[in-house]
Every structure is written in C-alpha cells, then in structure tokens.
C-alpha cells in the first residue's frame, strides 16, 4: 500500500495501488469525516504516548486501519469508529510491552470519547423534538412547507429551489422567512406580536 500526498495534508489518505486520481466515496468520506478530527486524535494519542514519534505512527496506523475498515463497510458513527481504532491500538501496544501503568489503564477505561450513541433521555428528548417538528411541517402552507424541505433537509441553493418549484428567487425567499416564522412559533411558541426576534 502507497500513500498519496495529492489531498495537501500532513496525514495523506492511503491508497491502492491503481486507483485513480478522482476521490472513490471511502475517500471522499474518509477527507470529509476523519480528517477533520486529526488535531482531536493527536491531542489524546500524545496524552497516552511517551514519544511524539509514536503518536504519530500510531495515528498513521488508526488511519490505516480507518480507511481499510472502511472499505468493507463506512461507520454510522466516524468519530466513534476513529476513537475506539485509537483505543484498542494503545491497548495491543501497552500489551505488548507487558508493563502496565495503572494510571495508564484507568485514563483509557475513564475515556468515554468514542461512545457517541446517546442514552436514553437524550433519544427521548430528540424523538419528541422530531414529532413536534413534523407536525409543525404539517402545518406550514404547502409551498412554505415545500421550500423549507427542499432548503433545510435536501440542502438545496435558493436558485435551484426557485427552478424546481417554478417561482422566483424572491419568492422563494419570502416561503422560507415566513415558513421558519411558523416553525419557530409553533415550536417555541413565541410570536412577532410579542417581540420576540426571530
């Protein structure tokens, strides 16, 4: 396996020999999800590693492991993925060397950083928060509600909403403000009238 430094950062994303020169998706997700959590990693690889040079092969060797692994299957969960890579690549090596600092092992079992699922009361906060939100979307007028669809959830620009829905850019515009308006209102039941700044 070769690296490739064609991305322009310190940590190339790997890459097999005969790929071509375009991103595949493993490595677009790999550039747009991984990546970004370098200096996040480094800081908690050199917290548990002696040398410097070791955290910088061992973030080599989490990232290796990353985009391989990645290859079979790309994780739900990135940061909780690249986290227990890290975790589990410092145990093998304090193994390794069979000498365990005690203090060591309670940092690496006191580390909830990789466990990004949420418990319970937060899933129950964050399933009643989407019920109101739908039912508010069920509220809106059609167009308004057609526009902060396409906006919000698709992610559309405002030009290729005004061209799908067949209406100006300004009209557009006008379906978001007053559509975010009700949201807002229906959510937080705050009103105009009562000088809330919206």
Known sequence: MTETTDLGREHAVPRLPGEGGGLSAVEDWFVREVLPLEAVLMQFLRRHCREKADADDLCQDI??????????EIPASPRAFVFTTARNLLVD?????????MATMADLDALHIANDD????????????LRRLQ????????RCRQA?????????????IALRMGISENTVNRHLTLG??????SLYGETA????AL
């Open 135 to 142: 039912a508010a979307l069920d509220h809106l007028p059609e």
């Open 193 to 196: 009238d009562e000088g809330g």
């Open 93 to 101: 090596r304090i193994r390794k060397r069979q000498v365990v600092p």
């Open 148 to 160: 902060v669809i396409l906006k919000k959830i698709e992610g559309l620009a405002t030009r290729d």
């Open 118 to 129: 949420p418990g319970p009361e937060r899933a129950a906060i964050a399933s009643d928060t």
């Open 180 to 185: 975010m308006i009700a949201l807002a209102q």
């Open 63 to 72: 990232y290796v492991r990353v985009y391989e692994a990645a290859h079979a």
